[in-house]
């Protein structure tokens, strides 16, 4: 299959970053695109450190600089998550490692819930997705059962995770819009290298410098991308980490139910999907002391939401989206 990955594509997870990286990834989580010279000023060290540090931080695979955006302007047109239960026989991480090398796999989660694992796929079309469950996941020893919960909508994703922790009742982050085929093209180049030169991407499409800057900063302050450093949040020591299941009650929307969570301090992606849940949250802390509090003052309360279901993460594989190369390509990569 054109565009098959390896597991060394996902992002690395570290024990601990020492102070001036996690400087570094904090200032890149904010601003992606922030010059050299004013990391180097941020943190008291020299241009040169601060470009090597950050340089060796996206070789050695823990930080990737890329565009954080909804994955239909990247070309995937069909996404589920997929709750998997294994057999006691063989241990949930050793399945996770192998799902992993699945093209169409983008997250891997080993959780203590309902499932064993989840997963999430990502693919051109309904068709690619029920082939790559049907013919890779279920084809995988150890696995006792598969169910999928179809995405009906990509509602929100913040990657940002201080910003996530700060909300200040500010509902921050990317969400999809209806944009013009020049922006998608934008898009799709800063997915691959979110610090590329705009006289580059000007290149590339035939159009002026300018021109690339000022769309950019359009699709920037509308929440349509949003230039990011992407790191296993695990690596920054956020070790209390949950997809939230929540069901709707009748009589309210839940788009609108969903606009409130992307209200709530810790949430970094939400969908609305079909299946046995209505929308999927994921919420990342530092303690469980933190995510009970969160979810029982914040979550439950919330005018809407009938009934909750909380996975913790055991362990995280994760990796970017970049562009759909070709018509036939599944695959997507996370790094």
Known sequence: MKGDIATTDYLRLVASLDDIDRRIVSLLQADGRMPFSHIAREIGVTEKTARARVLDLIEQRVMQITAVTDPSVLGYGASAL????????????????????IPAIDYVVVTSSRYSIFAELICTDRAALQ?????????IAGIQSIEAMPYLSFHYQLAHFAAAQNKAGIAAGVRPREIEPIDIRIIRS???????????????????????RLRFKHLSETGTVSVIALINPMSLEFNSMAWVAINVAAGYRVTDVADALSRVANTTYIVICAGRFDILTEFIFQTDRELLEVIDQNVRSLPGVAGIEISIYNDLYYKRLTPIRDEGATAIVRV
């Open 82 to 101: 997929l709750g998997l239960k294994t057999r006691p026989d063989r241990p949930a991480s050793e399945i996770a490692i192998e799902l992993q090398k």
């Open 131 to 139: 082939g790559a469950i049907e013919n890779e996941v279920g084809k």
């Open 190 to 212: 800063l997915s691959e290298d979110g610090r590329k030169p705009f006289l580059q991407i000007a290149d590339e499409l035939d159009i002026s410098e300018g021109q690339v």
